[in-house]
Structure formats: C-alpha cells, structure tokens
C-alpha cells in the first residue's frame, strides 16, 4: 500500500505546484481496488481461442454514462467506452481519447486537451464536441443525473450555479473549441482531477446518436456507441446475460488480446462455485462457509478493497415524515449494538474487516504519510452496555418502549446472511426492537433508496477518485446521494471549507475532512459503519492481466488474456 501514500502526496502536490509555481501537467497516481498479483500479468504466450467467462451478482441498471451510479453499470462501461482519460494496469490515470497530457494555466484551473483520431463503434469520429455534449447533458437538471451535480460541483466552473437553478447546462465549464480541442475550466485548483474525468459520468456521448434514439438511447446493446475496447452485445436491456466482443474500431485494438467474454448474473454462491468447478466460468466469488472451505485452494484470489459498508439510517421516510432514526440515541444505540468482528469473520469470511469509520484504512495519506485513519481511529465501536443506555434514553424520549424498523437488503445469498445476522443481534441487544427484512433485487433496492423508502439499509460506496472528499460529499445536506435526510450545519461547513478556503492548504484541509467524520460517525452517529470490504474469489490460473481498480470500475478487462487453457 505503499504506493497509495505517493499518489496521493503526488496529485496534491502537482496541484499546488501549478498554482504557485507555474509549473506545467502531471498525472495524479491511484491504487488498486484489489491489490491481486494477476493485474501484471503480461507474459506468456495467447491461447488461439480468446474467450473469457465471468459472472456479475446484479443486472446491468442503464448504460447511460450520465446516469449510471451502480458498480455493474461502472464496470460495464468501462470496458466499452472511454474518457479523456483511464486507469492503466498500475492503476494510473493516464491519457486515453486524450492524446496527449492537457495543457494547464498557471493557476491550475484551465485544461486543454487535445482529442486523439479515435472512432466509435459506427465508424464516426470521437469529437471534443462529443465530451461537451455529454457533460453538459450529465449536468442538466432535465436529464435527471445523479453523479452529474455531484461529481461535478464545486470542481466544473458553474456546476454548483447550475444545480442551484441561477445558470444553464450551457453555461458549464467545458468548451469544444474546434473538433479536437477541448477546454475545461475548474473552479478552483482540484488535486484529484485527472483521476476523476477517468469516470464513466465524464465518458463522451455523440450528440447526433442520443438524439435520434430518444427516449431508447441505451435501454439496450443495440441503442448505444461505443468507443472502448468491446462492444457491448445481447443485452436486452433487463437481461440477466451479455457478452462483450473486441471493438475492431478502437484506436489500441492491437492491445486488446481477447475477442469474447460471456458474462451470466449469478446470485447465489453455490451456483456460482458449480459453474466455476465445472468449466463453465473462469472466476466466482467466496464468501461465508465457502471462503472458509475453499481458503487453501490454490485458485484462490484474495483483495482488500477500499469500499466501506455501513448502515444507512433513514431519518424521514419518503423525505418528510420523521422516522424513530431521527433521535441521535436510538441511531447511536444502533451503531453500537451488532458485533461487527464476528460477522466478518464468521458470516462474511471473504476477507473483509471490521470498521468503525467511514474512510478506509491504507487509502488516503498526509504529507508526513500517515494513514488518514490514525487522526480519528475507530469510532461507535460494538458497546453493548453504552448501546442499551443510548436505546433507553431514545425510547424515552420517544414516549414508548418498542419500535418496530424495517431493513432494506440485497436479495444476494451473501446478503441474506449478513441481514439476518444483523436482525438477529439487534433484536436480542436492544429490548423492544422488532426487525421486519425486505430483501429485493438490486434494481429495486436502488430505486427505494432513491425514494427514501426504507428505515434502515445496508450500503456500501467504492470511491470514485483517491480522496476522503469522496466518501465526505456523500452526506452533504444537498447531496443527492444522501437519501437519509442527514442534514448538518457543521458537517456541511467542514466538508465545504476543505474544498474551498483550505484547497490549497494540505493540513488544514486533512484536519477539516477529519472534523467532519467525527461528526458525521462519533457524535451524529448518521451511519452505522459494518466492515470494509475484502473480497476472495476462486480463479482460472490461465486468465491472465485482470486488472482491478481501487475506485471507480472494479475491473478492466482491457489487458486480459488467456494463456495455457
């Protein structure tokens, strides 16, 4: 993890060496995902038959890159599109439609980048016009955009005036000033930019294409473009198969070794680990007793994640009527009452740990290199005696003795588990409370949290860009990921302050993100955190260069071969 220490120092100080000294470009560094072996592979010989079989455990939501916000969605697109910019087998943002590194102005806050000759999949050229469209598209209200406003605000000039309705999409920040120029103007100096634009919601749209489907525009296989290494086919747009085929239209086709992967929705363990065994896929998932029965197999591939799984605890329902979760003790009650070791160790089994925060351990470090984790700690730990003192003082000021809360999960094998084990511990450590679980498909879970339609949740958020803000700005009291109505004006000022007055200033700005999880974890208790993700999977020793990423997509498959099947 070493490596995650230097990225982060690098991209800051490229940022400040911009602005005070009027330096040139340089590329922010990021980690993996998964810190797997395999993602160097690059030796050995290539089978004749290039085909890989995997497996998703969700349906593909939408393939529209301005309203994606899933991690299926992510990693779909990033194998068949691309960006100004991608994450390479090091996990480096480095130059893709762009052609070169932009050019940046003395303050740090202008880019220009030059489009190289690429096609999409129709044979048409890939424009800087094709990144206007699609950011201004992402950034306009009437599209609908999640990630749009949120990605964007505070970073692209006018993003924040947009969402607040005093600008139009028009007046974003981006600018095609002929076919292959494109200028992007920031508001302020950002330290993670290039490793930002590497995101599906910054991929290129061609205007004339979305236009004429309407309404259809990537609702299947058939009514999308594409620009990246595959192309997406046999997606019906709810299916639960697709398969991707070398893009013989992308400008580094020559790097790309494989010509198919057949990719098959599978949710339960066990039918996963039979498909694996019997030859029909190269990769499947462990967890629970699985992992523990496969730990010493040799196919076996262990990673640790920087995603944090917690809580969600909703304090209005549907966004307007107070929920018993609005009462800061029965959420602290609840933070505290779940024995958060066993069920990593004897439930989840995959790797994962223990957390008691919100940003992750080894992720993001200061200047000294010290693990950002170290400011805060762990917080909420499992109390059981300061749970029941915090659940008998909210059941008090509630007026009653019992509660009743209903919890929003995964339909997955591995969540089924994990939602009854935490049903079960909270009702026997917190007297009164009844648990009702609604397990649903992802799809469905996706769309009650948008509606705020649940008590509590069990979420989880892989970062997009290697920087605490991008954990922080989810709970922003404006942020259109929050969907739990937490709302602080603390919170609110720290989170904004390290984005704004201390941008420039490293200590403070580490101090002020640190100020905020303490508010937003130990004293508002707005999240219940669970675990950070590790993850154990059995795979084919003949797949070879999977990379895998520590934000945003988790797989590219770019640089995958198969060699010695």
Known sequence: ???????????????????????????????????????????????????????????????????????????VLNNVNEGLYRLNQENLPIPAMAAEEPKVNKEGTVYTFKIRDAKWSDGSAVTANDFEYAWKRAIDPKTGSEYGPYMMDGV???????????????????????????????????????????????????EEFVVAQGKKYASNSDTTLYNGPFVLEGWDGTGLTWKYTKNDNYWDKDNVKLDTINVDVVKEVQTQLNLYTSGKKD??????????????????????????????????????????????????????????????????????????????????????????????GDMNKYNLEEAKSYWEKGLKELGTDKLELDFLGDDSDLAKKMDEYLKNQLEKNLP????????????????????????????????????????????????????????????????TDAQTIYATEPAKRWKAMADAEKTLIEEDAALAPIYQRGTMALQKPYVKGLVKHNFGAQYSYKWTYISGK
């Open 1 to 75: 993890m070493k490596k995650s220490k230097l990225v982060w120092l690098s991209s800051l100080i490229l940022v400040l060496s911009v602005f005070l000294a009027a330096c040139g470009t340089g590329n922010d560094k990021d980690t993996s995902k998964e810190s797997g072996s395999d993602s160097k592979e690059n030796s050995g010989s290539v089978d004749a038959t290039q085909e890989l079989n995997v497996m998703e455990t969700a349906e593909i939501p939408t393939m529209d890159s301005v309203l994606v916000t899933d991690v299926v969605g992510s990693n």
């Open 156 to 206: 692209v000039k006018n993003a924040n005036a947009i969402g607040k309705g005093k600008a139009k999409a028009a007046d974003l920040g981006v600018k095609a000033l002929d076919e292959k120029t494109l200028e992007v103007t920031l508001e302020k100096p950002v330290p993670y930019f290039l490793s930002l634009i590497s995101l599906s919601t910054f991929l290129p749209q061609k």
């Open 432 to 495: 009164g409370l009844s648990i009702k679980l609604k397990e649903v498909p992802f799809l469905v879970r996706v769309d009650l949290n948008s509606k705020q339609d649940y008590d509590i949740q069990v979420a989880g958020w892989a970062p997009d860009f290697q920087d605490p803000y991008t954990f922080l700005n989810l709970w922003l009291s404006d942020s259109q990921q929050n969907n739990m109505s937490y709302a602080s004006e603390k919170y609110d000022k720290l989170v």
């Open 283 to 376: 990769r499947a998932g462990l967890s629970g007793e699985f992992a523990m029965q496969y730990a010493d197999n040799p196919d076996v591939v262990k990673d640790v994640e920087s995603s944090p799984f917690y809580l969600k605890l909703n304090q209005k329902r549907d966004g307007k009527t107070d929920t018993a979760l609005a009462n800061v003790n029965i959420r602290k009650a609840i933070s505290m009452a779940f024995n958060k070791e066993d069920l990593t160790k004897a439930v989840l089994a995959n790797g994962s740990f223990e957390a008691n925060y919100l940003i992750p351990a080894e992720f993001t470090f200061d200047e000294e290199g010290k693990d950002f984790r170290e400011v805060n």
